[in-house]
């Protein structure tokens, strides 16, 4: 397919379907490789940058989504209502983290790893659509297993988990320092 023609079908697949598509499909319809689909489209990028346009295309994992710029929000206020703002609690962040770096994982586990039940949290994040069941642990009583969606990796700007930052030994053990004292504090109240 001539590379117009294909930008063309992906703009209107990516616009249409309002949610990320993976490159493999998009490859498959306009009848490319995947090296040279997310060449196409990472062309498509950088001419929207360029050319200061109300809309980009994100990359996400493996797959790519059409979105508006961040800096065009307040012109979509003016005209739409405002969109459903969520809150992340320091609660809700401190889930939040854990699942992202231990995903998949129970809620158990992440309860274990917080020290309060984390029943609401996880319920909240899934609510927002940060968190999601991603399946079951083969165990006794199968418990569901969480972990982040597209979602989170929009609403945090990274295009996969890779890109989250990393925790270096240091800082692990000093979470773990703090952990610990709080757990004390706790059993002498």
Known sequence: MERTKAEAVIEAILFTMGESVE????????????????????????????????????????????????EMYEYLLKIAKAPRKYVLTDALLETLSIIAYKQPITRIEVERI????????????????????????????????????????RSFGVKSLEDLPALNQ????????????????????
């Open 23 to 70: 490159t493999a499909r998009l490859a498959e319809v306009i009848e490319e490789d995947a090296n040279t689909t997310r060449e196409i489209i990472r062309g498509m990028i950088a001419r929207m940058e360029q050319e200061e346009r109300g809309i980009s295309i994100i990359e996400l994992e493996d797959s790519f989504q059409m979105c508006t710029k961040g």
């Open 114 to 153: 917080r020290g309060v039940n984390s029943d609401h949290a996880v319920n909240r994040l899934i609510e927002f659509g940060l968190v999601a069941e991603v399946g079951r642990m083969d165990a006794p009583g199968r418990p569901l297993l969480f972990g982040t969606t597209e979602e989170f990796l």
């Open 170 to 189: 240091e800082q692990i053990e000093d979470f773990r320092h703090q952990a610990e004292e709080e757990a004390e504090l706790k059993m002498d109240i």
